[in-house]
């Protein structure tokens, strides 16, 4: 049982910057893909950047750029790095693990607002 807790989120001005992290509650945390995935109000939930076990990265194209996600397996934690925030940005960040053998685990979110 995999269980995932965000924490970060908060309000930043356009341009700033927020690094968000999530804490990875059980067994072989190395061998999971965990990725981040936010979604607005009103929409669908979307990727937003992805991690693998051997630290290979992709990330939305808006993203590309202004965030980078990176793990620390010691710690069991991944990180996203978003730098040049934009009101867009705004939506609720999920930290999600990924192994083939099992569902998907997923955080309960930590809220991003970008405004002035």
């Known amino acids: 049982q995999v269980q995932l807790v965000e924490s970060g989120g908060g309000l930043v001005q356009p341009g700033g910057s927020l690094r968000l992290s999530c804490t990875f509650f059980?067994?072989?945390?190395?061998?999971?893909?965990m990725s981040w995935y936010r979604q607005a109000p009103e929409k669908q939930r979307e990727l937003v950047a992805t991690?693998?076990?051997?630290?290979?990265?992709r990330y939305e194209d808006a993203m590309v750029g202004r965030a980078t996600i990176s793990r620390a397996n010691a710690q069991n934690m991944v990180f996203l790095q978003m730098n040049n925030l934009q009101p867009e940005d705004t939506a609720v960040y999920y930290c999600?693990?990924?192994?083939?053998?099992?569902?998907?685990?997923w955080g309960e979110g930590t809220l991003v607002t970008v405004s002035s």
């Open positions: 059980g067994r072989d945390f190395d061998v999971y893909t």
């Open positions: 999600n693990a990924r192994i083939p053998i099992e569902p998907d685990s």
């Open positions: 991690i693998n076990q051997f630290g290979d990265q």
